[in-house]
């Protein structure tokens, strides 16, 4: 469903991420796990296309994401090209980014009204119902400010979800939360787990929410996977030095 | 030397200082209307992809801001014949002050998209929505509230410069104080008259923009 083949990103001389190959698999929810600024958030950065890469080729669905088919070889790709590849991808941020000025509803209606081309009917209808399986049905006419982080984060998954993605984006969805909250969030996610068949890639500090929902576990290491393997595979037996420091630092900060 | 203040001469001009006004008022909300429009188009291009336009509007704004008001009314009214184009002092007038305060007007609103969070830029991409639509439907709505303030002070700062269309014959209050003055060798009326009234002008539009500013606020939900 989603693959990386040698993507490099670099900020100047830092390198972000390095010769990265990784692959995704239809329906498979993987976690992404290790310290911070060894690119776990860029990869999925790179992947709803807010960075460019500068080197290697992303495939989503087997056709690259980044770049497009010309006369026998790939280029980059123009705009266009990128909002047609990008309906497939949705992605949750950290900081919700729900627009302010639009109510529960709204943000989510605004998605499939502007873009998809939905009638105002069909939106709303796809929209409640949505709203309805986080959990925000009753709150669908308030504003985000009216509402708890938790609440927010929950309508902008709704909000994802209505443009229909194949693969879902979790960029550390509850880290922003108060810890009373995170559960709200995490619940919704875990019915997404199982009941859909998305394709979810997850960035996470949660790390018993990691082991209990993945199909795999990466750790990342200075932009590359370190190690990866099933949860009880990872989190129970690692067999890298660094997996397993970073688990035991984790474990103690707990 | 004569201080008296002649009732029988102020009633006597009220109807063409009134008339004035209305000139005034129309100067100042055209020019406004021009300023809102081009400001947006300014702040807008100088955020544009490509970097020479970016460079050329950030250029042109930054000239008309650094020069005097008075001169570029003079040079849209007396040069531009030179080039072919017969305007009106009221057309030519209009320009100038239109293009001045799109200048000033432009800095406004790019402080107000720039206090727009990158979050908010990004949300729009992973809905895969067009550049278009992110601006209209979601940046600009939030950039335009903390922009009101500064809104409002330019067009109260427009219309005490609508004065200075007079230079080219516009008949706007300050054309028609001075008018009245010569015709009757009094001053002291027509200019007090004159200041009587943009005082009261100023004065509810500060209050009116307040006013607005609470109403945005309240009608985006923020």
Redesign the interface.
């Known amino acids: 469903m989603v693959r990386f083949m040698n993507v490099n990103k670099s900020y100047g001389k830092l390198n972000v991420i390095e010769q990265l190959n990784f692959d995704v698999a239809e329906g498979e929810m993987v976690s992404i796990i290790g310290p911070s600024g060894s690119g776990k958030t860029t990869v999925l950065r790179t992947l709803m296309t807010l960075e460019t890469i500068n080197d290697g080729v992303i495939y989503v669905e087997g056709k690259p994401l980044t770049h497009m088919a010309k006369g026998g070889a790939l280029v980059p790709a123009d705009e266009r090209y990128l909002r047609r590849m990008r309906t497939s991808i949705g992605m949750c941020f950290q900081s919700f980014n729900l627009f302010p000025h639009m109510t529960a509803l709204q943000n989510c209606m605004e998605g499939p009204v502007q873009v998809l081309g939905l009638s105002k009917k069909e939106a709303r209808e796809r929209s409640e119902e949505l709203l309805h399986m986080v959990g925000m049905i009753d709150k669908r006419d308030q504003h985000p400010s009216r509402l708890s982080g938790g609440q927010q984060q929950r309508v902008a998954i709704a909000r994802a979800l209505a443009m229909r993605p194949k693969v879902m984006l979790f960029d550390e969805v509850t880290s922003a939360l108060d810890p009373e909250v995170i559960g709200e969030v995490t619940n919704v996610i875990r019915k997404l787990v199982t009941e859909h068949n998305l394709t979810m890639l997850m960035v996470t500090h949660q790390m018993g929410f990691a082991r209990d929902i993945s199909d795999r576990v990466c750790f990342f290491f200075g932009g590359k996977i370190e190690e990866q393997g099933t949860p009880s595979e990872l989190f129970g037996n690692p067999q890298r030095e660094r997996t397993k420091q970073f688990l035991s630092a984790v474990k103690e900060a707990i | 030397m004569n201080f008296e203040w002649s009732w029988t001469l102020t009633w006597e001009i009220m109807p063409r200082l009134l008339w004035a006004t209305a000139n005034t008022l129309l100067a100042a909300g055209a020019g406004y209307a021009i300023a809102l429009v081009g400001g947006l188009i300014f702040a807008l291009a100088q955020r544009a992809a490509l970097g020479p336009v970016r460079w050329a509007v950030r250029e042109f704004v930054e000239f008309i801001r650094s020069t005097p008001l008075v001169l570029q009314i003079f040079f849209v009214f007396y040069v531009a014949p030179q080039f072919g184009m017969q305007l009106s002092p009221w057309t030519s007038g209009l320009l100038a002050i239109g293009l001045h305060y799109s200048a000033y007007l432009s800095e406004v609103y790019r402080g107000g998209l720039e206090a727009v969070?990158r979050?908010?830029w990004?949300?729009c991409?992973?809905?895969?929505?067009?550049?278009r639509?992110t601006y209209f439907?979601?940046i600009i709505?939030?950039a335009l509230v903390p922009a009101v303030p500064g809104m409002g002070n330019y067009l109260v700062g427009i219309l005490k410069d609508t004065p200075m269309l007079s230079v080219i014959g516009v008949m706007e209050l300050m054309h028609a104080a001075n008018s009245i003055g010569s015709e009757h060798y009094r001053y002291l009326e027509p200019f007090t008259l004159v200041g009587l009234i943009f005082f009261l002008i100023s004065l509810p539009t500060a209050g009116l923009i307040k006013l607005l500013e609470r109403r945005l606020r309240l009608g985006?939900?923020?």
Do not use: K
């Not at chain 2, 991409?125 to 550049?131: C, G, P, V, Y």
């Open positions: 969070p979050g908010q990004e949300a991409r992973a809905i895969n929505m067009s550049a639509d439907r979601i709505p939030q985006l939900g923020l």
